[in-house]
């Protein structure tokens, strides 16, 4: 994910109609993908076969959904149909922005509580790291939101940003509890492992009968992804007032998709929670999407722990925001 967001939210930034533009792992074809490799996964592991071939063939799913996604959007964006798949009404816009904003609360809280969304969860004895994790991240929000009434500067909330992480680290520290353990910081994802589909597809054992079995599903993931695409590129020309090349979009994210499959990198689309921060902070600019497309590209090739730098109420008040 990281070295696909990398590669293609590089290109997308540059190739965009709508800048800024951020992009990722979209959520909808993640979904998507999540329930074919536990289809493809299964498969393989019920015929006889070890859980590293059930990983290898999974992932290799995933390069070809990948590819075949990619040749999907770029080849409507090439023949001019942008056109017939833009009447997308209003009130699916309007949910698309309310439910993307809900699950940007509900995961700001998970992420500054551990907690989901529900009654039960929010019921059960709160902890005194968890209330002040998220009372510090209501506070990171209001100051942000505080900024970005009152300020004009363009560095205004980025620098404020950087002076809450320095501070936060530096009092975590000094009382002892700059340790993931302690509540304050995102857990470490580990080392991440070189992935490339060419040399796995060369040298290990695959489940083929299981990767064909499964191409339809692969196209489902492309289809998935253009419906995604077509709405939030609606939802953000509404949200700015503007309107943009739609086929110039499929275009775009065609290729990102294209370009990062032979290096093991997965299918990526625009985020419109982190493109609207773009605009918030004042980085209404495109090099504001090619540095968070460079960002996780070097996270994933170097394995740099970036979230262990930042405290969690930091963190989960962007993502209120």
């Not at 493809?40 to 996604?69: C, D, K, N, Q, Y």
């Not at 196209?219 to 503007?242: F, H, P």
Request: with cysteine; aromatic share 6%; charged share 10%.
């Amino acid at each position: 994910m990281l070295i696909g967001s990398g590669i293609a939210g590089l290109w997308i930034a540059l190739a965009t109609s709508l800048p800024p533009l951020a992009s990722g792992i979209d959520s909808p074809t993640g979904a998507v993908l999540v329930l074919l490799s536990a289809a493809a996964g299964s498969r393989v592991l019920a015929v006889g076969g070890s859980p590293e071939v059930a990983v290898h063939t999974v992932m290799l799913i995933f390069t070809i959904a990948t590819l075949l996604s990619g040749m999907m959007l770029f080849g409507l964006g090439a023949c001019g149909w942008g056109h017939s798949l833009r009447f997308v009404p209003y009130f699916v816009r309007g949910g698309f922005l309310a439910a993307t904003g809900w699950f940007l609360f509900a995961g700001g809280l998970r992420m500054a509580t551990g907690r989901t969304l529900t009654f039960a969860s929010l019921a059960t004895e709160w902890t005194t790291v968890e209330i002040m994790n998220l009372g510090l991240a209501c506070v990171t929000l209001a100051t942000l939101l505080a900024l970005r009434r009152w300020s004009k500067s363009a560095y205004a909330l980025p620098g404020a940003l950087v002076t809450m992480c320095l501070t936060g680290a530096l009092i975590l520290r000094s009382l002892g509890l700059d340790d993931a353990e302690h509540g304050w910081y995102l857990p470490s994802p580990g080392l991440l492992t070189n992935w490339s589909p060419v040399t796995v597809a060369r040298s290990s054992p695959i489940d083929w009968p299981a990767v064909l079995e499964h191409i339809p599903e692969t196209l489902a993931v492309g289809i998935v992804a253009l419906i995604s695409l077509v709405t939030k590129v609606s939802s953000i020309e509404v949200a700015r007032q503007t309107s943009g090349d739609l086929g110039r979009e499929l275009r775009a994210h065609g290729a990102g998709s294209l370009i990062p499959a032979p290096f093991g990198g997965l299918l990526s689309g625009m985020q419109t929670g982190t493109t609207r921060l773009l605009e918030q902070a004042g980085a209404a600019t495109r090099l504001s999407g090619v540095v968070c497309a460079l960002t996780l590209g070097m996270v994933g090739l170097a394995s740099f722990n970036l979230p262990g730098l930042i405290p969690i109420p930091i963190v989960a008040g962007l993502v209120f925001l």
